[in-house]
């Protein structure tokens, strides 16, 4: 069983910058994958960026340049840096991990770009 809490969520002007973090209740290096998905209203959910245990990255395209998504095994937390940011960037973002066969999601936390 993993916990996933996602924290950082926000207002934040386009241009502008934030970060999210996700702290994971067992060793992040135990689990083979972690990520970031966002779901915009009226719209399905969407891969942002993941990170497997061994550190290969993967950004969906819209968000290639302007997120990075890094971890901190000391803290079990993963996170995302949002730079240069839109108004379609504005979702509910979802902490995700994967442990075995099994994926495991947070509450998610809202991000909203607006002016």
């Known amino acids: 069983q993993v916990q996933v809490v996602e924290s950082g969520g926000g207002l934040v002007q386009p241009g502008g910058s934030l970060g999210l973090s996700c702290a994971a209740s067992?060793?992040?290096?135990?689990?083979?994958?972690m990520g970031w998905y966002r779901q915009a209203p009226g719209k399905q959910r969407e891969l942002v960026a993941t990170?497997?245990?061994?550190?290969?990255?993967n950004y969906a395209d819209s968000v290639k340049g302007r997120f990075t998504i890094s971890r901190d095994s000391a803290n079990n937390t993963l996170y995302l840096r949002m730079n240069s940011l839109k108004p379609e960037d504005t979702a509910v973002y979802y902490c995700?991990?994967?442990?075995?066969?099994?994926?495991?999601w947070g509450q998610g936390t809202q991000v909203t770009v607006s002016s």
């Open positions: 990170i497997t245990r061994g550190g290969n990255t």
């Open positions: 995700y991990a994967r442990f075995l066969w099994t994926e495991y």
């Open positions: 067992r060793n992040i290096f135990s689990l083979n994958a």
